[in-house]
């Protein structure tokens, strides 16, 4: 039909009785309704889908894993009520939270301790269960940050010993190779056995 596209843009574009305007205009005035009814945050919309503890908002912050967290967004909230909040966080860095508060926006809060290095929920679970072991007290906070420290160094030395290593077995098995073709080659020489009783063949000068 040659014809439908003209009567397609005559249909949009002409006012129609019932909807008091043109089709287009009307799904225009319904698109930007909509955007401004719907607003959508992708980082708002990652964090909900991190685990979540509920704590109540102290005026120290918000204790997590016997670690304190603060946001100055956080001080006007302190004491209200006795309820508690959603924490969110990500285990893979524990050196940020995210609290949600009341009219659902997302606050985040950080280490009140600046001492402690980022660290995974794992890494610092690790650190906790070795101060354990080794009898340490006082504050988690003091504690988790020395331990930190000390494992990171050790594994920093302990990559900088296999890399030691890795070169001086390299340097071993360059000797070895060496020597193995030394063996072959001198293996390949001629040994005289002394036995006279074999004949000699004649050799026909030129």
């Not at 402690?116 to 690790?126: D, F, T």
């Not at 930190?148 to 070169?167: C, D, N, P, V």
Request: net charge positive.
């Amino acid at each position: 039909d040659q014809d439908a596209p003209e009567r397609k843009a005559h249909f949009t574009n002409n006012i129609h009785s019932s909807l008091g305007c043109t089709p287009v205009a009307k799904w225009e005035a319904l698109s930007e309704q909509m955007t401004g009814d719907i607003p959508f945050e992708m980082e708002a919309f990652q964090v909900s889908f991190l685990p979540s503890e509920l704590r109540k908002i102290r005026r120290d912050g918000i204790h997590l894993f016997q670690i304190r967290y603060w946001s100055d967004a956080l001080a006007g909230h302190i004491g209200r009520g006795d309820g508690k909040v959603v924490v969110r966080y990500d285990p893979r860095d524990i050196s940020m939270i995210w609290v949600e508060l009341d009219d659902g926006r997302y606050v985040e809060a950080r280490y009140r301790n600046l001492e402690i290095p980022p660290v995974s929920l794992w890494e610092y679970r690790e650190a906790m269960r070795k101060a354990r072991a080794l009898g340490k007290s006082g504050s988690n906070e003091l504690v988790l940050a020395e331990l930190i420290r000390q494992q990171r160094q050790i594994e920093a030395e302990s990559r900088g010993l296999t890399k030691a290593e890795r070169r001086t077995r390299e340097r071993k098995g360059t000797l070895k190779g060496t020597n193995s073709a030394v063996s072959t080659t001198e293996g390949l020489r001629p040994i005289d056995t002394g036995d006279t009783s074999r004949p000699l063949f004649k050799v026909e000068r030129w």
